[in-house]
């Protein structure tokens, strides 16, 4: 099994673009999550999705989409990308949302100029 | 929504001596405890978690310790070893009924040769 991957590992974007960070998992777990990861303020979560077609926000969703169509896919699109949004975001997956280990995948180093 | 502050920001320890991080948390609903290891570069990986229904949980060199009345968590760390060198991530949930993990700040261990 391959777990949690994200793509890409890097990326810069400018002030306004749009993209979308890619995550995916093979262990059929029914709950993902991104969070995002700054220096001194840990890890923050941004969305999280309990299913296939359910979705719902986190701590700081503003800015960011998801939807989640397959169980295996969980992808975050940055509508307009601010340097607010410079990060590094983790996916996460678990087999159910309660009391169950999360998974995380490698991480995104997000740079906006 | 849950609060969890974790403290110290940074710890030093001689290789060999004792750590402790400790958390604290608002929700007195919380039932969940993980803490996550993060070392320089990498992904968070869970190294052991604790419920509400137990005091303390040990895995070798690890343990961690909950007062569910004081609302507060420590891990504990003895005869560190320079791989122990890493950062570390407390968490809170309630489960069930809340999908949200709550992360602390997070502390930077250095073990020192």
């Known amino acids: 099994n391959a777990g949690v991957t994200q793509t890409p590992k890097f990326q810069v974007l400018k002030t306004g673009q749009s993209m979308t960070l890619q995550c995916a998992q093979d262990?059929?777990?029914?709950?993902m999550s991104w969070y995002r990861q700054d220096p001194g303020m840990g890890l923050r979560l941004i969305h999280y999705?309990?299913?296939?077609?359910?979705?719902d926000q986190g701590e700081v969703p503003n800015g960011y989409n998801v939807s989640r169509s397959t169980t295996e896919d969980f992808p975050l699109r940055l509508l307009s990308a601010a340097p607010s949004q410079t990060s590094v975001y983790f996916c996460?997956?678990?087999?159910?949302?309660?009391?169950?280990?999360?998974?995380f995948g490698p991480g995104t180093r997000l740079t906006v100029l | 929504g849950e609060n969890v502050e974790q403290h110290p920001s940074t710890l030093s320890v001689q290789e060999g001596d004792s750590a402790v991080i400790k958390c604290t948390y608002s929700?007195?609903?919380?039932?969940?405890f993980p803490w996550y290891k993060q070392e320089l570069g990498k992904r968070p990986q869970l190294i052991i978690d604790?419920?509400?229904?137990?005091g303390e949980k040990k895995d070798q060199r690890i343990a961690v310790t909950l007062n569910k009345t004081a609302k507060h968590f420590s891990l504990h760390i003895t005869e560190t070893q320079p791989e122990d060198s890493a950062v570390y991530f407390c968490?809170?949930?309630?489960?069930?009924?809340?999908?949200?993990?709550?992360f602390g700040t997070g502390t930077r261990l250095t073990i020192i040769p």
């Open positions: 996460a997956s678990s087999y159910s949302p309660g009391g169950n280990e999360q998974f």
């Open positions: 968490a809170a949930r309630v489960y069930p009924g809340n999908e949200k993990l709550t």
């Open positions: 929700d007195s609903a919380s039932n969940y």
């Open positions: 262990m059929n777990h029914e709950y």
């Open positions: 999705s309990v299913g296939a077609g359910i979705t």
């Open positions: 604790i419920r509400s229904n137990v």
